[in-house]
């Protein structure tokens, strides 16, 4: 008797764990199968459409559209309320040039190497950015820190080809009071890496009043002027990231 009910359990148990493992891959979507291949263990996917955050979504004032990626590293530090917020106050920035954030596709995975604190000079450590499933660009990256101490940076395509370049890396440091203290309130950091994928320009100007690209920390916030809208629409069209509304 005491040996039936030992086998009972047994196979109580393995009929659960089976059904467990069924279980959980079938909330697995094929989308994020493909990541989890791609060395993002564990990734979950959520698309976000940023329409509803607009008040005015068929404003006439909107010319152009684009689509984001957004990878949160587990462990960073960012959640998503955090990034949705940032990406948020990114589409404010955009606005002012007609650039509606359309689709945003945000995902949550363990850091494929093993580490959130990347370096942006060793090969290992970014070379995640080559192992990306999907071609579409931008990608930005949500990560703890960077080994150089760079608070953030991004792969223009005027350095780097396909697939590495129109990436960027977003540290948690961007939030600390530390950083804030040293910038105009308000200067979203998320902007100005998507003005460098979007310029497809590494460098920054030497403007010497209030820009999203200036050199000058202390100038450096989120306006854009009316020639860099152009420019950054050109490019964007020609980079494949914007589409023409
Ligand atoms: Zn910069």
């Known amino acids: 008797m005491k040996r039936l009910s030992k086998i009972f359990f047994i196979t109580t148990y393995l009929f659960s764990c089976f059904f467990t493992i069924n279980a959980q891959e079938k909330n697995t979507s094929n ?17 976000l459409n940023f329409n509803k955050f607009y008040t005015d979504t068929d404003s006439d004032n909107f010319t152009h559209d684009m689509d984001l990626i957004l990878v949160n590293l587990r462990g960073s530090g960012w959640d998503k309320e955090l990034i949705i917020k940032t990406i948020q106050k990114t589409a404010e920035v955009y606005e002012q ?13 363990y850091s494929p190497i093993e580490k959130l604190d990347i370096s942006y000079n060793d090969y ?4 995640f950015g080559y192992k990306l499933p999907v071609a579409n660009r931008p990608v930005l990256f949500f990560i703890r820190s960077n080994v150089e101490g760079k608070t953030a940076t991004t792969f223009p395509s005027d350095k780097e080809t396909p697939p590495i370049s129109n990436i960027a890396f977003i540290t948690f440091e961007v939030n600390k009071n530390e950083y804030k203290l040293e910038r105009p309130e308000g200067y979203s950091p998320t902007a100005h890496e998507l003005a460098h994928i979007l310029c497809g320009c590494s460098e920054h100007n030497k403007i ?3 820009n999203i690209l200036t050199n000058y920390y202390d100038l450096r916030d989120n306006t854009i002027t009316k020639e860099q809208c152009v420019t ?11 589409r023409k509304l």
Do not use: P, R, T
Request: charged letters at 35%; glycine letters at 8%.
């Open 31 to 47: 989308e994020e199968k493909k990541w989890i291949d791609a060395g993002y263990k564990n990734a979950q996917i959520s698309n």
């Open 97 to 109: 040039c007609g650039i509606k954030i359309k689709n945003v596709k945000y995902i949550e995975a």
């Open 124 to 127: 290992d450590h970014y070379k």
């Open 208 to 210: 010497k009043k209030s």
């Open 232 to 242: 950054f629409k050109s490019k964007g069209m020609e980079l494949g990231i914007l």
